[in-house]
């Protein structure tokens, strides 16, 4: 028998590795990304895929 695995969403896990003292504004800074696409992905609305697509259409205009 075989069991589904529900992984951990990527926002849950990067939650966990974001120092404590780190403010809004310095984390997407230091990731490269907006502060409303960091946000969307700590909320669980997005994925990491979704921020990436959108990086990769910005460059090929």
């Avoid at 951990?8 to 966990?16: K, M, N």
């Amino acid at each position: 028998m075989s069991y589904m695995h529900d992984p951990a969403h990527p926002g849950e896990v990067l939650r966990e590795y974001l120092p404590e003292g780190m403010s809004v504004t310095e984390a997407p800074r230091r990731l490269g990304v907006t502060r409303q696409s960091l946000s969307a992905i700590l909320k669980c609305q997005h994925t990491l895929m979704t921020v990436g697509a959108n990086r990769g259409r910005r460059e090929v205009r």
